[in-house]
C-alpha cells in the first residue's frame, strides 16, 4: 500500500539548518508530484513546496514565506523527497508533513521547533 514517512525534524536555534526526508513506498515514485505542507498549533495547516514528477521536470514552487530559505528535491532512485531548510525562524515552527498529491496521500508529521 501506499506510504510516505517523514524524518529529521527536531530542535534548531533560530538561523540554523535541517533537513526533512520522506520516504515513499507502494507506488512508482518518479511518477508522482510531491508536497510538503505544516501546521502551526492553533493554525490551518499550508502548503510550503511543491515539486512536479519526473516527466515534469522535477520543477518546484515555494509558499512566499519560505522562498529563498527552503528548497524542496527529490531522489527518484531512493524514492525519497527532502525539504532542506536554511535560515530557519520561529514562525517556522510546525508539524511538517509529506504529500503525495494524487490521492491524497499524507505522512504522520515531523515536528521541527525552531527556539534558542
Known amino acids: 500500500q501506499v506510504q510516505v514517512v517523514e524524518s529529521g525534524g527536531g530542535l534548531v536555534q533560530p538561523g540554523g539548518s535541517l533537513r526533512l526526508s520522506c520516504a515513499a513506498s507502494?507506488?512508482?515514485?518518479?511518477?508522482?508530484?510531491m508536497s510538503w505542507y505544516r501546521q502551526a498549533p492553533g493554525k490551518e495547516r499550508e502548503l510550503v513546496a511543491t515539486?512536479?514528477?519526473?516527466?515534469?521536470?522535477?520543477?518546484?514552487n515555494y509558499a512566499d514565506s519560505v522562498k529563498g530559505r527552503f528548497t524542496i528535491s527529490r531522489d527518484n532512485a531512493k524514492n525519497t523527497v527532502y525539504l532542506q531548510m536554511n535560515s530557519l525562524k520561529p514562525e517556522d515552527t510546525a508539524v511538517y508533513y509529506c504529500?503525495?498529491?494524487?490521492?491524497?496521500?499524507w505522512g504522520q508529521g515531523t515536528q521541527v521547533t525552531v527556539s534558542s
Open positions: 504529500r503525495r498529491i494524487l490521492g491524497n496521500y
Open positions: 507502494g507506488f512508482t515514485f518518479s511518477r508522482y508530484a
Open positions: 515539486i512536479t514528477n519526473l516527466s515534469a521536470g522535477s520543477s518546484t
